[in-house]
């Protein structure tokens, strides 16, 4: 049984850190595409960045290019989501994603089966 685990959210100030990490239980990634999204509060999700697990190709969306990275472990099949110079628009609940297949193109919510539970990041000004 496929799941994904988030953690590292929490409560930080504007200009702060966080490192979020999703794990994937149950299939042991070679090749898949794995992502972040995120849902602020009134607001639809949005997808923000995405790896391709076997040739390690990235993709940001331009809310957060050049501030968050997308990154991943494959011994320990994690993916992790530096997100740096936080903002309080970076307010949301995060979610990681997986496809177990190479990344399609673009960064659709449609295009993932696999969901974690999510893990809240609250920044404040």
């Known amino acids: 049984q496929v799941q994904l685990v988030e953690s590292g959210g929490g409560s930080v100030q504007a200009g702060e850190s966080l490192r979020l990490s999703c794990v994937l239980f149950?299939?042991?990634?070679?090749?898949?595409?794995m992502a972040w999204f995120r849902q602020g509060p009134g607001k639809e999700r949005e997808g923000i960045a995405k790896i391709d697990t076997g040739i390690g190709a990235t993709y940001y969306a331009d809310s957060v290019k050049g501030r968050f990275t997308i990154s991943q472990d494959n011994a320990k099949n994690t993916v992790y989501l530096q997100m740096n110079s936080l903002k309080p628009e970076d307010t949301a609940m995060y979610y990681c994603a997986a496809w177990l297949d190479a990344c399609k193109i673009g960064l659709k919510d449609s295009d993932f089966h696999y969901w974690g539970q999510g893990t809240q990041v609250t920044v404040s000004s």
């Open positions: 149950g299939y042991t990634y070679s090749d898949n595409c």
